[in-house]
């Protein structure tokens, strides 16, 4: 990267009571982000029943939460508390548009899942889970392209000046305008390159939920909730791409990651059903010790 090699983090706050804040409140949701995705995994993975490529993409979603959170959180929170803000860039450019795009890219093969199981039932128990997978490495195989094309666009340019990003993470439009040079032949196929999936993924959600509503007007009342219910997540489709103001950013990163888990136990019955069997079965398994002493003192 020319001359500079660091750069620095203006952050949210200079106040250090409200870093405090920040950090206690940003904390707890990044935890309990972590735990939620993680146990909508574990619940998946050892329920048979939630074999189906709904559930099977939901906790490829799951994951990908963790890993995009992960990749500013942890940085912001070290900020926050030891008032570290100086970062390289590389690392967390390529990750946050690798993990940004395959959310996104997951989110419209997911409404494209949601579209057959609605508008196509009978077809959709029928469904090859190989295809499922194949779908899953390329939105990873496209997602790393991606990433890669807008880094190196990035990392290219000279950078000898200012190194001062209004910002908690690296992201290519503050990055870039540091550099000293002109950033207008570059800007172009960043914005392309980024326009094109963002456009195409859009209007493929668009088209999928519009043909998914107006089915809709066929089915029960009790039909409608559970297909409205089952998509509610997929709108919320994160890309901090194009998120120059913090709050919105932070809301991206930070509190996006968070309410998709919480959306899809409190909303979904199977999943609320398949983490109580296995809260039961742990019990089975693995008694509690003071029950295991009660029983040994009563013998």
């Not at 993409?57 to 995009?68: E, G, P, T, W």
């Not at 992201?171 to 032949?185: E, R, S, W, Y």
């Not at 859009?202 to 939920?209: C, D, G, K, N, R």
């Amino acid at each position: 990267m020319g001359e500079v090699t660091q750069f620095v983090f203006l952050g949210l706050t200079d106040n250090w009571v409200q870093e405090i804040l920040f950090f206690m409140a940003f904390s707890a949701m990044y935890v309990l982000t972590l735990w939620g995705n993680i146990l909508i995994m574990v619940t998946i993975v050892f329920t048979p029943c939630l074999s189906t490529p709904m559930y099977f993409f939901l906790s490829n979603l799951s994951f990908i939460d963790i890993c995009h959170s992960s990749v500013t959180v942890p940085k912001m929170l070290e900020g926050l508390l030891f008032d570290r803000k100086t970062i390289s860039c590389i690392a967390q450019l390529f990750f946050l548009h690798l993990f940004a795009c395959a959310e996104i890219l997951l989110l419209t093969i997911m409404a494209y899942d949601r579209y057959v199981a609605i508008c196509a039932p009978l077809h959709y128990p029928n469904v090859n889970m190989r295809v499922c997978v194949q779908l899953v490495f390329v939105l990873w195989l496209v997602g790393t392209v991606h990433s890669l094309v807008q880094t190196f666009l990035t990392i290219r340019l000279p950078y000898c000046g200012p190194n001062v990003i209004d910002s908690y993470f690296c992201n290519v439009p503050p990055v870039i305008k540091l550099a000293c040079t002109d950033t207008c032949l570059t800007g172009i196929p960043i914005v392309s390159n980024r326009g094109t999936i963002s456009l195409s993924c859009f209007l493929a959600l668009v088209a999928s939920y519009t043909i998914i509503l107006f089915s809709l007007r066929k089915q029960s009342a009790e039909g409608r909730r559970k297909a409205l219910s089952t998509c509610l997540a997929h709108f919320m489709v994160p890309d901090t791409s194009f998120s120059t103001d913090k709050l919105v950013s932070v809301f991206y990163t930070v509190v996006t990651p968070l309410l998709n888990p919480f959306i899809d136990t409190l909303r979904n019955e199977e999943i609320k059903s398949a983490m109580k069997h296995l809260r039961q079965r742990r019990k089975s398994l693995y008694p509690h010790p003071r029950t295991q002493a009660s029983d040994f003192l009563s013998l």
